[in-house]
């Protein structure tokens, strides 16, 4: 019994030295995000930088409807919040081509505006939970500005952690995925895999949001049912359908020509769910969805009284590599080994390496069901580099003589040939 006794305690002291081992390679607790500085932030600043992510949003998705015949989901926040920490070391054409893709106003803009807006994610209530997280994850003796990695950390809440690529390449990638699947409550897991990171890898930037919020009206289990759902005229599938009989209830509701809008809110009143449910051509509605026409519907909406409400239930992830379609949207020479400049980001003198992003990896997960939400999404920016080849090359790969001298006097001691070294 004792005996027994004994090999729990060292099993349990071993796991808590491991965890606690992990823990010291992260940058921060993961599910307490540290504050950024917005001192500076206005309330046009904030409006502005906040436009420019929905831009983006809308434009990500008319791209990615291109080629994605199945659900689409993703968090345009994480993919801007990662590239804008991107964009703060990058420089020339590579930083204007960021820059435009992302919509992002002039850096004095951007950095407390995003700060303030991030500080708000993150702000502590009972009704629902939210928050956000970036990480700058850097290889140990990679000669990183350190003006760059205080801006980051600053505005960005992106504290850096050393990790070594080069030779514990498992156990970086490990932390990272540890870390984000700890923000994420374990809903974003293996965001980053092996042949993603290679020996030229540098520096990965993280950002993880996840969200779980109650409905502020919810859906009654015993009125869910199998119902049609119309994925085209010709394809018409069962699925379990929830149901809310608002009785003195009133919701933001519009209806026009080609869409009906409904905006479900959640506990707290802080957070809701819009929903465009078209008529008839949804690939109409889809194409033409911008941030102004979306603030042209959201301006009619009006309290209404609703005599049903019925939203099938749903759980979907999604994983997507961006390195094309952000290259498509306007970017490429950040992907470009040879043309992109990140020396805002480390000293060139140092390291002759070129840095560049090779490769962007965004996960996201969402589960709507009668009592509310789930979703979670990370993204991964990989920066690796080219490897410039030295301006003078000595390769000894052929049979060679050698000797050892005296250096003063250029005595020579020994003298030989070697023609196969093995033996």
């Not at 020339?92 to 500080?119: C, M, Q």
């Not at 708000?120 to 939970?129: A, G, I």
């Not at 514990?168 to 990272?176: A, F, L």
């Not at 809701?272 to 078209?278: A, F, K, R, V």
């Amino acid at each position: 019994m004792k005996k027994s006794l004994l090999i729990i305690i060292i099993i349990l002291l071993s796991t808590g030295v491991v965890t606690a081992a992990v823990l010291t390679l992260f940058p921060y607790e993961p599910k307490k995000p540290p504050r950024a500085v917005e001192t500076g932030a206005t309330e046009e600043g904030i409006k502005e930088v906040i436009k420019a992510n929905n831009q983006f949003a809308f434009d990500l998705y008319r791209q990615l409807i291109k080629s994605e015949k199945e659900n689409i989901f993703y968090s345009p926040y994480s993919l801007f919040s990662a590239l804008a920490m991107t964009y703060e070391g990058a420089k020339g054409k590579t930083a204007e081509e960021i820059k435009s893709v992302f919509h992002f106003p002039n850096s004095e803009v951007l950095r407390s505006n995003f700060a303030a807006i991030y500080n708000k994610l993150n702000r502590e209530t009972k009704d629902y939970e939210l928050r956000t997280g970036n990480a700058l994850w850097t290889q140990k003796d990679f000669p990183f500005l350190k003006d760059y990695l205080e801006r980051v950390e600053k505005y960005y809440g992106g504290k850096a952690a050393n990790l070594d690529f080069i030779f514990e390449k498992e156990k970086s990638i490990q932390t990272i995925n540890d870390f984000i699947a700890a923000q994420t409550n374990d809903k974003i897991k293996d965001l980053i895999s092996p042949n993603l990171v290679d020996q030229l890898t540098r520096l990965i930037l993280t950002n993880a949001i996840y969200f779980k919020g109650i409905w502020q009206w919810q859906f009654d289990s015993k009125q869910i049912f199998d119902d049609n759902f119309e994925i085209t005229p010709q394809n018409i599938v069962k699925v379990p359908m929830m149901r809310l009989k608002p009785e003195k209830i009133t919701f933001n509701y519009a209806e026009f020509d080609d869409l009906k809008i409904l905006e479900l809110p959640y506990k707290g009143n802080k957070l809701s769910m819009l929903i465009l449910l078209p008529k008839d051509n949804l690939e109409k509605i889809e194409s033409s969805l911008t941030v102004d026409k979306l603030d042209e519907y959201k301006s009619q909406l009006k309290e209404t009284k609703l005599d049903l409400i019925a939203l099938p239930k749903f759980e979907t992830k999604t994983i997507y590599r961006l390195e094309s379609i952000l290259a498509n949207l306007g970017m490429p020479t950040a992907f470009n080994g040879n043309l992109a400049d990140f020396t805002g980001m480390y000293n060139k003198e140092k390291n002759r390496e070129n840095l560049f992003i090779n490769f962007v990896i965004h996960q996201a997960y969402v589960k709507v069901n009668e009592e509310g939400t789930e979703a979670a999404a990370a993204t991964g920016v990989g920066m690796g580099i080219t490897a410039v080849p030295p301006r003078y090359q000595f390769i000894v790969n052929r049979p060679f003589i050698f000797l050892i001298q005296e250096k003063d006097t250029g005595n020579i001691l020994f003298l030989g040939k070697i023609v196969d070294p093995r033996k």
